[in-house]
């Protein structure tokens, strides 16, 4: 199973980019997608997930900025972020669950500066 992110990049305090997690299979057989975050020096942080079971859950920092959604079609799943902040810098990693198995996506850079 592999997964693939992309759409990192860099831009200034309140704009936005759209991340997308790219799965070699139908994402749809993932209990629950997620996103993760690791800022420099820092643990990875969970951003957010998605399961049809219990719907889009977000980190309390993100909360309002930030939408996950998954287009099954393309058995791709995206970050939507939106007014970015300087403290949203990090790596951000996709996460797929099925069962006790956990695939990573290699990670992609986000960086917000002031």
């Known amino acids: 199973v592999q997964l693939q992110a992309f759409g990192g990049g860099s831009v200034q305090t309140g704009g936005f980019l759209r991340l997308s997690c790219a799965a070699n299979r139908r994402i749809l057989t993932f209990n629950v997608v997620a996103w993760y975050r690791q800022a420099p020096g820092k643990q990875r942080d969970f951003v957010a997930d998605?399961?049809?079971?219990?719907?889009?859950n977000y980190a309390d920092s993100v909360k309002g900025r930030f939408t996950i959604s998954t287009d099954n079609a393309k058995n791709t799943a995206y970050l939507q972020m939106n007014s970015l902040e300087p403290e949203d810098t990090a790596v951000y990693y996709c996460?797929?669950?099925?069962?006790?198995?956990?695939?990573w996506g290699q990670g992609t850079q986000v960086t917000v500066s002031s």
């Open positions: 996460n797929g669950r099925q069962g006790s198995l956990k695939y």
């Open positions: 998605i399961s049809r079971r219990a719907g889009s």
